[in-house]
């Protein structure tokens, strides 16, 4: 059996993945469709660790960690079916660059919607230049994908073998033409940013700019924030914040669920719900407890 | 070839694949298959039918009888009423020294396959003659089916039968390629390089010496191991041109034959240095698999695990296998010699493989000594300790690993001659990128 190739994908899109193609046969794999067209059983990533948790007992850990990259973050767990990678967890503090190679995993609720995490295999401490090679090799299979999209989207009705024969490599085309078929056209604003994100990190002397919708890039956010708009993000943080502790009702978190419902209703859709919520948690005011709750610290 | 001739293939295919594939397309794919990489219309088959997805295989118990078009490659016990149409002797190496093999293509009316019979000296097989095969196995390397003759196989002769099969099934014209295009099945094929080196071999084929001449043949792209089933009078730095050649593969690597059809002039190509004659030819993981292996090929990527069977090691002192317990296979109880080697798998984003690293190279990429390992594994009383200590150093890292690659059941090896940690300057790359961005935005 051919091993698994470990793409180089960012938290963004990958997060982003809703639709899965379960192994048919016992032992095949399965594969988590992206919406750029990656075809994705097992991944390489590096970033920085931001916080790991025992949520397991002491003699049978189960780590949850949080890898952040330019895009985002990915969710890590590992338990006693991880062994080098629970091993490597409990010797590890935050913060410090990591790499992980382990296989993608889902969660879904009731109502659908698709959790993505990563099981590793191995995690490993490296050093910046390893995390920034890794970045580039994201941007760069990253542009692959959407020049890869882009083709596919060019042609009257898309067609898997065309684009293998115009030297396509068959698994992307074949994701492609699946990701095409569920995600529709995806918004490629969205993945140029990403690889700006990703190429500023590489590059932080040139100011890059692709010029992308909203995008300022000659404002560094951290100094110059608009006053305006930082208020509202944090008058959306604090309603959260109440949100979470009403829909706690057994102490295990807030089912994230719910939580989108009633942040709906107050105007706050998904994309801006998970900014709040990301943000929420860089900050360290809230956490996931498991995937699909959570929770204030 | 002509569509006509091929119409009885395609109506075939078509039932197959029950529409996962229409007619037009199908016959571009035969067409690429057969006339620009000259494989054999059952490689070609075989081929798409994988691509697109046709049946698959069924074994049984009991020996089956089946023509050449129909095997799997996963047959365990199969009959075949086949000619030989090709059969070459040649010698291997094993772990048990050298040993004589046979090898070559069988036909009938439907298609060829190659075969490989270990117990050579058990058949005096012939070529042009008609047999009945019996007991055989099939297996597949590289995506194509092989036939193997093992102890069980069994062989009457049956001058009376007639195949129905053609002469020459197919012929094609010459077509050129360079090295790093030739693919296992290819026939008829024109290459031009410089010969690296070239010297005689004795070989033993079918009872007699003969003295045939192996080297191996670079051009820009890459290099080819050959051999020359005649004298040519082939000397080293000879820029040359070979005409009507066949590639076979051994354990993945193509191989250029050249036969006695063969035809080799000289040329006045100005094959010059700066070409990178007989450099290492960097190659993506992806692309090795497809074809299956590789002379002499360089790799970029991550490392992403260690295999067991790395770290500190026992070998035996007679043989050099791996040992456990102090106990050898085939020289029972020895006093082992220790030794480290690695089995590191590296990932470059389009594929996988496996790196054999040995000794010398694993002690430079860890930073742990030999001696450093025993002293390791003494005192920590794991004998893991030294893959744990390996695996740290070496997981999440870039290496460049140079040497031959090979492809066996357990996937993509590369043996290697040198490895190293990988440098790249990842500001200019992501500069690189970020110009073709803004091209396109």
């Known amino acids: ?297 | 070839m002509e569509i006509e001739e091929l119409t009885p293939t395609i109506e075939e295919m078509k039932r197959v694949l029950e529409g996962k594939i229409d007619e037009s397309t199908l016959i571009e794919e035969l067409n690429t298959y057969l006339n620009v990489y000259k494989v054999s219309l059952e490689a070609a088959k075989r081929g798409i039918l994988r691509k697109y997805g046709g049946d698959s295989g069924f074994v049984t118990a009991e020996s089956i009888n089946k023509k050449i078009d129909a095997l799997e490659g996963n047959e365990q016990n199969v009959d075949l009423l086949a000619r030989v149409v090709f059969i070459e002797d040649r010698e291997i190496q094993t772990k048990n020294g050298p040993r004589n093999i046979s090898s070559g293509i069988l036909g009938d009316d439907t298609g060829t396959v190659p075969f490989t019979s270990w117990e050579s000296g058990k058949f005096q097989l012939e070529k042009g003659v008609t047999y009945l095969f019996k007991n055989l196995y099939a297996k597949t390397w590289n995506e194509k089916v092989q036939i193997n003759l093992g102890s069980r196989a069994e062989v009457e002769r049956k001058d009376d039968v007639n195949l129905g099969m053609p002469e020459r099934t197919y012929s094609y014209s010459s077509h050129e390629a360079k090295v790093s295009e030739l693919r296992e099945g290819m026939s008829s094929v024109t290459v031009t390089g410089k010969i690296l080196s070239v010297g005689p071999k004795e070989i033993t084929s079918r009872g007699e010496k003969k003295t045939i001449y192996t080297g191996i043949l670079a051009d820009e792209t890459g290099k080819v191991e050959f051999s020359a089933w005649e004298d040519f009078g082939l000397s080293d730095e000879e820029v040359i041109q070979v005409k009507n050649a066949y590639v076979r593969a051994w354990r993945g690597i193509p191989q250029l034959n050249i036969g006695d059809r063969s035809e080799i002039s000289r040329v006045d190509d100005d094959f010059d240095d700066s070409m990178g004659i007989g450099e290492s030819s960097i190659k993506s993981i992806g692309e090795l698999i497809e074809v299956g292996g590789g002379l002499d090929i360089t790799v970029l990527g991550c490392v992403v695990d260690l295999r067991a069977g790395s770290g500190l090691i026992k070998r035996c002192p007679e043989c050099n296998r791996s040992v456990f317990n102090d106990e050898c296979a085939s020289h029972g109880r020895i006093v082992p010699v220790q030794d480290l080697r690695m089995k590191a798998v590296i990932d470059d984003g389009s594929g996988a493989l496996t790196a054999i690293i040995n000794r010398d190279i694993s002690e430079a990429l860890s930073g742990i000594t030999l001696e450093e390992a025993v002293d390791m594994a003494r005192s920590s009383l794991d004998s893991d300790a030294v893959s744990h200590r390996m695996e740290e150093r070496i997981i999440g890292r870039w290496v460049k690993a140079r040497g031959n690659a090979i492809s066996d059941e357990y996937g993509l090896m590369l043996i290697c001659r040198e490895a190293s940690l990988d440098q790249l300057d990842v500001k200019a790359e992501a500069e690189k990128l970020l110009k073709e961005l803004e091209v396109m935005m």
């Open chain 1, 1 to 297: 059996m051919i091993r698994e190739t470990a793409w180089r994908i960012f938290a963004g899109e990958l997060n982003s993945s809703q639709l899965e193609m379960k192994g048919e046969e016992e032992k095949s794999p399965s594969y988590l469709i992206t919406p750029l067209g990656a075809k994705v059983n097992r991944v390489l990533l590096a970033g920085v660790l931001m916080e790991k948790e025992n949520i397991g007992s002491e003699e049978e850990p189960m780590w949850k960690a949080r890898v952040q990259d330019p895009t985002g973050s990915f969710f890590i767990n590992a338990g006693r079916y991880q062994p080098e990678a629970s091993a490597a967890l409990a010797q590890m503090e935050a913060p410090r660059f990591v790499a992980v190679v382990g296989k993608t995993k889902t969660f879904s609720p009731d109502d659908g919607r698709v959790f993505v995490s990563v099981r590793p295999e191995r995690i490993v401490t490296v050093d910046e230049d390893a995390r920034d090679r890794w970045v580039l090799e994201a941007c760069q299979s990253t542009w692959v994908r959407m020049k890869a999209l882009r083709s596919a989207l060019a042609m009257d009705t898309p067609d898997e073998n065309e684009l293998v024969k115009k030297g396509m490599n068959p698994v992307l085309a074949n994701g492609i033409l699946e990701a095409i078929g569920y995600y529709g056209v995806s918004e490629s604003s969205r993945y140029l940013r990403m690889l700006q994100d990703g190429l500023r990190m590489i590059l932080p002397d040139q100011h890059i700019d692709l010029g992308l919708p909203g995008d300022d890039a000659d404002l560094p956010d951290e100094i110059d924030i608009d006053p305006e708009k930082a208020g509202s993000d944090l008058d959306q943080e604090d309603l959260i914040l109440s949100f979470l502790e009403i829909l706690d009702t057994d102490g295990k978190g807030a089912p994230f669920a719910d939580l989108q419902k009633e942040a709906e209703k107050e105007g706050i859709g998904a994309a801006q719900l998970e900014e709040v919520t990301n943000s929420l948690m860089d900050k360290g005011l809230v956490y996931e407890p498991v995937l699909g709750r959570l929770k204030k610290i």
